[in-house]
């Protein structure tokens, strides 16, 4: 059995979505699922004034971006991703990288690679 990775992306909401899927398509990637999430790091928070309480804002809309590969290679995936959605400032986001043990497709019953 080939390897699986999962490849998880969280990214600024605003990244250019159809430039990273062009570059996804590029190396072969078709599958991808996105999800809106919030969260915070290293990014600097702001505070605002809501009915005279000051209150400190550091919890950003961020895109979550779920990729499972393992035709394709997954250094690839993250050179593709890395190219498509650095824009040099903070809150750029992170690539995180997991092994896939197994993985089955509910409606055929196939397993490993084939299921994808």
Same mark, same amino acid.
């Given at each position: =059995?080939s %390897? =699986?990775?999962k490849?998880? @992306? @969280? !990214?600024? $909401? &605003?990244? %250019?979505?159809?430039?990273?899927k062009?570059? =996804?398509?590029? @190396? #072969?990637? &078709?599958? =991808?699922t996105f999800?809106?999430?919030?969260g915070? #790091?290293?990014?600097?928070g702001? !505070?605002e004034?809501?009915? #005279?309480?000051?209150?400190?804002? $550091?919890?950003?809309?961020?895109?979550?971006?779920?990729?499972v590969? &393992?035709a394709?290679?997954? %250094?690839?995936?993250i050179? /593709?991703? !890395?190219?498509a959605?650095?824009t040099?400032? /903070?809150?750029?986001?992170?690539?995180?990288?997991?092994p896939i +043990?197994? !993985?089955? %497709?509910? $409606?055929?019953?196939? +397993?490993?690679p084939?299921?994808?």
């Amino acid at each position: =059995m080939s %390897d =699986m990775f999962k490849v998880e @992306i @969280i !990214t600024r $909401n &605003s990244a %250019d979505l159809e430039a990273f899927k062009m570059k =996804m398509a590029e @190396i #072969g990637v &078709s599958g =991808m699922t996105f999800s809106h999430v919030q969260g915070c #790091g290293l990014e600097e928070g702001y !505070t605002e004034l809501y009915r #005279g309480v000051k209150k400190v804002q $550091n919890v950003f809309d961020r895109l979550k971006i779920e990729i499972v590969v &393992s035709a394709v290679p997954v %250094d690839d995936v993250i050179k /593709a991703a !890395t190219s498509a959605l650095h824009t040099g400032k /903070a809150g750029d986001g992170k690539i995180f990288v997991y092994p896939i +043990q197994q !993985t089955i %497709d509910i $409606n055929t019953g196939k +397993q490993g690679p084939a299921a994808l």
